[in-house]
């Protein structure tokens, strides 16, 4: 028992005081810090004025399209020929043309935008949005109905969702909570996986392993090994979280504060100061929201399953990494074994995109069921309110599926990594299995 | 003298073939035992039996009269065959940390190791990396870190490979030394110069069985051919026609006056008689006889055990 420790504290120790174990450790937060600030300023920096010639011919359009930070609306009567031009010479983004047909039905098909560069999703909607709800005024118009009084009576549905105990829900928070808790749990198990494997790979090649062996049980060198890197990898998480919070507060008070000065500043210019005001309030009160939406998730249950399904799921898999690493003489040779396990991780991942359509159909529950998928479907489901007695026998599979892995891993790991030389496939490994 | 380790019929199968048929052996304590055998006969399964890497699927092990079990294990010094280090951790640092795993704590370890560096003048490794030494440098750490827990046995598996004739000596002399302090060492090789200088007792491992063991003088002993060599100045004709009957000539070289027989003895007959039938005829310069080398006795064994089989 006491060896054991000493591994553990080894494997921790020589890749906690690894370089590239402290760089990972401040650079991943700031890169993550980075991308943030990063989407945050690009958003804020398309802000070219595109102009659009717009060639009315019988001026339903007229004075009516409006521009936003973006698209600004140009009126031409010129001749069209000539108008091209101009789109040519570049001075104008596009020309959009609503050609001389006064029946709405039939013009609705005929509008065209001409331009150089494929005009984006958005300045294609937003065209026609504008050109739409001009023609609808004019059909609700022609049959007697007040454009005005429709917008009026327009109702806006906007459901709550709740749950039982009618505490407010929101599927956007809950979606979010579950992928990027099903997000972590993917990667750790690939990055700490890997680790294991060559870690593993290291000990055979280097021929260390026999001296070890020598001392301490095979088994107990993988466990050891196995448990030390789950240990490094739970550092590097809770460091990165620490640091990432950290990071992107600073991060975006800093950009918020250059926003609202922005707004503050560009308030005097156009005037619409009440329509700014308006947005920083809205803002703040989504923000708020939002808090309120995390308030609601079952915070400590998830955080406590996140947990369990964390370390169930690295240690199903870390297992299965070691016994490859041990079967394998060569890193080229591990990937005829990789395919099997990679398989169901890739597969809860797609998966996970559908199971937030559907948490409760039977694929969910299967997925989640599963030890090898349960890890990351089940961190997706669980926002969802998953019953308790699907989430007992899926973390009981889930332990019993390690517990057997390991076993499985511990019967290849013994014979595999004494063994040099030999092309290991399938069939030898099932020998090693039953073996003993 | 009473046996540190005895193996009573240990089988071993793999999958595919039985790597240790019944095998029984005594190892005295207090001696070097060389562990024979050509590759692949099964001395690398019995010593990760011995090592208890892997278990027997028959048979039992005492040590030291009790089952051989993992409170052994502190007891036993190992170097592989198949050896090596952390590439990327530093040498002091692995070695404590192997020196631990044998149940040293870490002054002692500290304080061993200290002795160990001094006495082979290395402590400038200390913070150097494996992969900055060459391999013979390596193979002196390994060596080492088996015996510096003070182990009572030590198994050893082909430890002069990768040393220069200096080192091999410097080791050599290491045995002899831990030799004379009491410790039963196991020597696994195929450098048969180093059984005939360390031995003092053997076991000839081939295809799963042994063939030969016991003390290295009886071995060689049982294995005299009653050959000896014979330097002589006289007539060749008269020196053969004396052989008439009861001697067997194997070879006859003349290198100028002195002629180098070698003869052997046949019906029992002894060496006074051998001499006294060659007096009348030739001048003896030289009689000696030919003791077999540890070489001749593996592959005539070796040889011996095929054609029976």
């Known amino acids: 028992m006491n060896k054991i420790l000493l591994i553990i504290q080894r494997e921790y120790l020589s890749r906690v005081k690894k370089k590239s174990f402290i760089i990972m450790t401040f650079l991943g937060p700031i890169l993550m810090g980075g991308v943030l600030a990063g989407s945050i300023y690009f958003s804020t920096l398309d802000n070219e004025v595109r102009k659009i010639l717009v060639k009315d011919e019988i001026g339903i359009t007229r004075g009516k399209l409006k521009d936003d930070k973006n698209i600004k609306f140009i009126m031409?009567?010129?001749?069209?020929?000539?108008?091209?031009?101009?789109?040519?010479?570049?001075?104008?983004?596009?020309?959009?043309?609503?050609?001389?047909?006064?029946?709405?039905?039939?013009?609705?098909?005929?509008?065209?935008?001409?331009?150089?560069?494929?005009?984006?999703?958005?300045?294609?909607?937003?065209?026609?949005?504008?050109?739409?709800?001009?023609?609808?005024?004019?059909?609700?118009?022609?049959?007697?109905?007040?454009?005005?009084?429709?917008?009026?009576i327009k109702s806006n549905v906007n459901i709550q969702t709740r749950n039982l105990e009618n505490k407010e829900t929101s599927s956007e928070a809950t979606t979010a909570v579950g992928f990027v808790g099903g997000l972590l749990i993917y990667l750790f198990i690939f990055l700490y996986g890997a680790q294991v494997m060559r870690g593993v790979m290291?000990?055979?090649?280097?021929?260390?392993?026999?001296?070890?062996?020598?001392?301490?049980?095979?088994?107990?060198?993988?466990?050891?090994?196995?448990?030390?890197?789950?240990?490094?990898?739970?550092?590097?998480?809770?460091?990165?979280?620490?640091?990432?919070?950290?990071?992107?507060?600073?991060?975006?008070?800093?950009?918020?504060?250059?926003?609202?000065?922005?707004?503050?500043?560009?308030?005097?210019?156009?005037?619409?100061?009440?329509?700014?005001?308006?947005?920083?309030?809205?803002?703040n009160t989504s923000e708020d929201k939002i808090d309120k939406m995390l308030a609601n998730i079952p915070v400590t249950k998830v955080l406590i399953c996140f947990l369990i399904y964390f370390l169930g799921g690295y240690l199903l898999?870390?297992?299965?990494?070691?016994?490859?690493?041990?079967?394998?003489?060569?890193?080229?040779?591990?990937?005829?074994?990789?395919?099997?396990?990679?398989?169901?991780?890739?597969?809860s991942y797609i998966v996970s995109a559908n199971i937030i359509n559907n948490p409760h159909g039977p694929l969910a529950f299967w997925f989640s069921i599963i030890p090898f998928t349960s890890p990351i479907v089940m961190m997706v489901r669980l926002p969802f309110e998953v019953?308790?007695?699907?989430?007992?026998?899926?973390?009981?599979?889930?332990?019993?599926?390690?517990?057997?892995?390991?076993?499985?891993?511990?019967?290849?790991?013994?014979?595999?990594?004494?063994?040099?030389?030999?092309?290991?496939?399938?069939?030898?490994?099932?020998?090693?299995?039953?073996?003993? | 003298m009473s046996s540190i380790l005895s193996i009573q019929k240990v089988v071993k199968?793999?999958?595919?073939?039985?790597?240790?048929?019944?095998?029984?052996?005594?190892?005295?304590?207090?001696?070097?035992?060389?562990?024979?055998?050509?590759?692949?006969?099964?001395?690398?399964?019995?010593?990760?039996?011995?090592?208890?890497?892997?278990?027997?699927?028959?048979?039992?092990i005492l040590f030291n009269g009790m089952p051989l079990s993992t409170l052994h294990i502190n007891e036993m010094g190992y170097?592989?065959?198949?050896?090596?280090?952390?590439?990327?951790?530093?040498?002091?640092?692995?070695?404590?940390?192997?020196?631990?795993?044998?149940?040293l704590n870490s002054n002692e370890a500290n304080k061993q190791l200290k002795y160990w560096?001094?006495?082979?003048?290395?402590?400038?490794?200390?913070?150097?990396?494996?992969?900055?030494?060459?391999?013979?440098m390596a193979q002196k750490v390994q060596f080492i870190i088996t015996i510096l827990h003070q182990p009572k046995f030590i198994i050893l598996d082909e430890p002069f490979?990768?040393?220069?004739?200096?080192?091999?000596?410097?080791?050599?002399?290491?045995?002899?030394?831990?030799?004379?302090?009491?410790?039963?060492?196991?020597?696994?090789?195929?450098?048969?110069?180093?059984?005939?200088?360390?031995?003092?007792?053997?076991?000839?491992?081939?295809?799963?069985?042994?063939?030969?063991?016991?003390?290295?003088?009886?071995?060689?002993?049982?294995?005299?051919?009653?050959t000896y060599e014979i330097k002589y100045k006289g007539n060749v004709i008269s020196f053969t026609t004396a052989l008439w009957s009861g001697y067997e000539l194997i070879s006859n070289a003349s290198m100028g006056e002195i002629n180098i027989a070698k003869v052997k003895l046949l019906h029992g007959n002894n060496t006074n008689q051998l001499l006294q039938t060659l007096l009348p005829h030739v001048e003896i310069e030289s009689f000696t006889e030919l003791i077999p080398s540890m070489s001749d006795i593996f592959i005539k064994t070796i040889e011996q055990s095929s054609s029976i089989k």
């Not at chain 1, 076993?407 to 299995?433: D, F, H, P, Q, S």
């Open chain 2, 79 to 103: 170097l592989p065959e198949e050896r090596g280090l952390y590439k990327k951790m530093e040498i002091g640092e692995q070695a404590v940390y192997l020196a631990k795993l044998k149940g």
């Open chain 2, 13 to 60: 199968r793999y999958a595919q073939h039985t790597a240790l048929n019944g095998v029984s052996l005594e190892i005295p304590t207090g001696s070097v035992f060389g562990l024979l055998g050509p590759n692949g006969a099964g001395k690398t399964s019995l010593i990760r039996i011995i090592t208890q890497i892997t278990a027997p699927d028959e048979g039992k």
């Open chain 2, 117 to 136: 560096f001094e006495k082979f003048e290395i402590q400038s490794w200390w913070n150097k990396k494996v992969e900055d030494l060459s391999k013979g």
């Open chain 2, 161 to 226: 490979t990768g040393f220069d004739p200096i080192n091999a000596e410097l080791i050599k002399n290491e045995l002899l030394e831990l030799k004379k302090s009491g410790t039963t060492i196991v020597l696994s090789t195929h450098r048969m110069e180093s059984v005939e200088e360390l031995c003092t007792h053997i076991a000839l491992i081939n295809k799963s069985n042994v063939i030969l063991e016991g003390d290295i003088h009886q071995v060689k002993n049982s294995n005299r051919s009653h």
């Open chain 1, 387 to 436: 019953p308790v007695w699907q989430i007992a026998l899926s973390i009981s599979l889930l332990i019993i599926g390690f517990i057997f892995t390991t076993w499985l891993a511990g019967k290849i790991y013994r014979t595999g990594v004494l063994m040099y030389g030999k092309k290991v496939n399938y069939k030898e490994l099932w020998k090693w299995i039953k073996y003993s």
């Open chain 1, 202 to 283: 290291e000990e055979k090649m280097s021929r260390i392993v026999e001296v070890i062996v020598s001392s301490v049980k095979p088994f107990e060198l993988m466990l050891g090994k196995i448990i030390g890197i789950a240990m490094v990898g739970l550092t590097q998480f809770i460091l990165w979280i620490g640091l990432t919070f950290g990071v992107t507060t600073v991060v975006s008070s800093i950009m918020m504060k250059d926003k609202i000065d922005q707004v503050t500043r560009t308030v005097p210019m156009n005037g619409a100061l009440d329509a700014n005001i308006d947005d920083v309030v809205k803002k």
């Open chain 1, 76 to 152: 031409t009567e010129g001749d069209l020929e000539m108008v091209k031009k101009d789109v040519i010479k570049n001075e104008y983004y596009g020309l959009l043309y609503i050609p001389p047909i006064s029946d709405p039905k039939v013009l609705q098909d005929k509008i065209q935008f001409l331009s150089k560069q494929q005009p984006s999703l958005t300045m294609l909607s937003k065209m026609t949005n504008e050109i739409e709800r001009e023609l609808n005024n004019q059909l609700y118009l022609s049959e007697g109905i007040d454009p005005e009084k429709l917008k009026r």
């Open chain 1, 317 to 347: 898999y870390g297992a299965l990494f070691a016994a490859i690493g041990a079967a394998v003489d060569s890193e080229t040779d591990t990937q005829q074994f990789m395919i099997p396990i990679t398989i169901p991780l890739i597969l």
